[in-house]
């Protein structure tokens, strides 16, 4: 937070090495305060988790990292009364249809690498994907790009796609789910460079 992030994600997906409890989740909420968005992250998560994850962390956003339907991410907006971002695998343009579908349901997409075939998990796998396919893109929503950034890298990802935004995870890390202060710098001194 203190090295200039907009936003911070929670991961509630027991699955990853990122994953929060509801007691951390609080304490980081509360740590956080207001200097920074706090986005929930989950994957396929029911409404009564939805609902945990409300008390636990009260987000500004919901980012849903499953194979959540269009009126799926919908319902969930409705519902919490929140904006939604949908995460969609990017491994070719074919793909690019696929978030093409999710424009009227999210307030955002994340357009991350596509996970390999039996991955254990959907996101943070530290792949890139060819951010070509992005050039010129037009959506009606806003998107950002995920999917193997760091800060070496992420410069070109920027001008090459022209994003809104970026997201980051084991880019910045020492190991899964440590993250190390001085990357996480890095990486938002050159987004923020690339973006100018």
């Known amino acids: 937070m203190n090295a200039g ?16 409890t509801w007691e951390l989740a609080h304490e980081l909420s509360r740590i956080a305060g207001t200097r920074v968005k706090k986005v929930a992250l989950s994957v396929d998560a029911d409404d009564n988790a939805l609902e945990a994850i409300e008390k ?7 980012q849903l990292h499953g194979h959540e339907a269009p009126e799926r991410v ?26 093409r579908a999710y424009e009227t349901a999210a307030d955002w997409l994340l357009l991350d690498a596509k996970p390999p075939k ?38 070109q990802a920027i001008t090459i796609s022209r994003p809104a935004g970026v997201d980051i995870s084991s880019g910045v890390e020492t190991a899964p789910g440590i993250k190390d202060p001085a990357k996480i710098r890095a990486f938002i001194e050159a987004a923020r460079a690339a973006s100018r």
């Open 5 to 20: 992030a907009d936003w911070v994600g929670f991961v509630f997906f027991p699955k990853s090495p990122r994953h929060v």
């Open 56 to 62: 636990a962390l009260s987000p500004d956003l919901h």
């Open 74 to 99: 919908a319902a969930i907006k409705a519902r919490f009364g929140r904006p939604v971002i949908k995460a969609v695998g990017i491994a070719e343009a074919a793909d690019l249809e696929a978030a």
């Open 118 to 155: 039996n991955a254990d998990l959907p996101g943070g796998n530290g792949l890139t994907f060819d951010w070509r396919l992005l050039a010129g893109l037009d959506l009606e929503k806003p998107f950002m790009v995920s999917g193997g950034l760091d800060p070496s890298n992420v410069e």
